[in-house]
């Protein structure tokens, strides 16, 4: 897996939290999104579940809004593409150094943010989700998740079980299901408050089992991928990656002009991947993905 030399900066990884995230697969940082831009994000997500639940079928967004079918019936639980929702606080998160700091230092500075989404429960909404990664590729890059939570997640009522270290290689997810059932060896719970975030490896194995009565909780999702490790892999070619670094000079100038008072991040990629907007904004915040990075789930209709 390539490394990342840095002048440790303002809210850059130290060197021994990169060396934790590699051994473990995840980090956590707390308390790392307060203030008003966590309230602003909390706002958006309650909008965000409100639209989509009043979306019709005619609405431009509507297969961006994901539903699946609990007993209850059908229920949401994803909203995709968060920048054309009507809400620029999701632009001002990725343009804030909290985020950019952090890609930079486990993708260095080519990183480009491939996914950006809100995965929730709602309240009484407890469904399992089965043991799984996200994404499995050849590990000579890193591929990560920021995770914001905008919700307490706690232990008995749904926080998210991580197996510390299974990030190395593909695991049989159903295999871990059938011979540990959620105790298997070294899981740990991340138990998370209002702007907590959780690094996580696409790779390293987590889920959460079936709780009753759970209270709304919400999560936001933003995946960095460095360039070269786009390029060289797939599954997009480099006309996407240069779209989709796009949205980190428009998230740059959103945060700076909500907290021009604010500390800034200094964004220095490579030349060749320096992008600037193009003017086209309805384009530019919503680049969407023809393809995705296989995963190992025990059963994909089961993973929210």
């Known amino acids: 897996m390539s490394t990342v030399a840095l002048d440790l900066k303002p809210y850059h ?17 707390r308390n790392w999104i307060t203030g ?6 909390q706002e958006a997500g309650h909008q965000w579940i409100s639209d989509g639940l009043s979306a019709s079928p005619d609405n431009p967004w509507f297969g961006d809004y994901n539903f699946a079918k609990r007993e209850q019936g059908e229920v949401m639980f994803r909203v995709d593409y968060l920048h054309d929702k009507g ?14 700091g952090v890609a930079e230092s486990l993708c260095g500075p080519n990183f480009v943010p491939t996914y950006e989404s809100m995965v929730f429960k709602q309240e009484g909404d407890g469904e399992v989700i089965r043991w799984h990664q996200d994404a499995v590729h050849p590990r000579r890059w890193r591929i990560f998740n920021f995770d914001l939570y905008l919700d307490a997640s706690k232990k008995g009522a749904g926080a998210l079980r991580v197996i510390p270290g299974s990030q190395i290689q593909k695991l049989d997810a ?6 540990h059932g959620w105790d298997a060896p070294g899981v740990i719970h991340a138990e998370m408050e209002p702007g907590d975030v959780l690094l996580h490896d696409v790779m390293v194995v987590h889920g959460s089992e079936r709780t009753l009565g759970n209270r709304l909780r919400r999560t936001i ?21 240069d779209k989709r670094m796009r949205l980190v000079p428009l998230g740059l100038r959103a945060y700076q002009e909500s907290y021009p008072d ?13 992008q600037a907007a193009d003017g086209d904004l309805e384009a530019e915040l919503k680049v969407a993905h023809v393809v995705h990075t296989n995963g190992s789930f025990c059963s994909a209709g089961s993973v929210v």
């Open 174 to 179: 159903c295999r871990l299901e059938q011979e």
């Open 87 to 100: 809400h620029r606080a999701s632009l001002d998160l990725l343009g804030c150094p909290q985020v950019l």
């Open 221 to 241: 999702y933003y995946e960095f991928r460095a360039a070269e490790q786009i390029i060289s892999e797939g599954p997009w070619d480099r006309e996407w990656v």
């Open 262 to 274: 604010a500390l800034q991040f200094e964004w220095q990629p490579s030349p060749e991947f320096r």
């Open 36 to 41: 008003d831009l966590l309230t602003r994000l």
């Open 13 to 29: 990884l130290t060197s021994e939290q990169v060396a934790a995230f590699d051994r473990d697969g995840f980090l956590i940082l």
